[in-house]
């Protein structure tokens, strides 16, 4: 049976510690499909349509490598598409607390899933979606926390706020 992970999340925007997760994830899975979760009443940054463009210029040359959307839970997703692994990245306690509970939950739900989790390099430990955006938000240079591959000024050079 090959091994399938989703790497889950919201994603807005993809930085370097989730691009980081997914390459390290690479030589543990066949495949590794990159769910962004979607909800109607959640406040956009960035479109759907624009995460998956931008996480699928990310890896474009990663053919082992898919972005998808999905509502609802994880785990029903999951089972849908045959997917036997969730990876998820660890970056402080409390991290570990929520993800644990998730986790142990989504384990009770569907036995034959399993939730794989990688800690965070310490170089990325601070860095995420939320604080990303606030200093785009407020004209401040985030590409370093952005994959280098990206076309930065197509998906953030524009914004007007
Ligand atoms: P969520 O909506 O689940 O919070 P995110 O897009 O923030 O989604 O994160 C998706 C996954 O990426 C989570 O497992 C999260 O812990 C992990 N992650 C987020 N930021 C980093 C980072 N800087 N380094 C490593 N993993 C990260």
Redesign the pocket.
Known sequence: MSKIAL??????PF????E??VMRGIPLFDKIIIGI?THSSKKQFLSYDTRKKLINQCFKDYPNIEVQFFEGLTIEFCKQKNINFIL????TSS?FEY?RAIAQFNKSLHQNIETVFLL??PD??F???TIVREVIYHNGDARKYLPTNIDYEYFFGSMKF
């Not at 790497?7 to 807005?12: A, E, L, N, Q, V």
């Not at 930085?15 to 989730?18: D, F, M, P, R």
Request: net charge negative.
């Open positions: 790497f889950p999340g919201s994603f807005d930085t370097i510690g989730h980081s997760i979760g998820r990245g660890l970056r991290d993800e965070t390099l990325h430990t860095i995420s979606s």
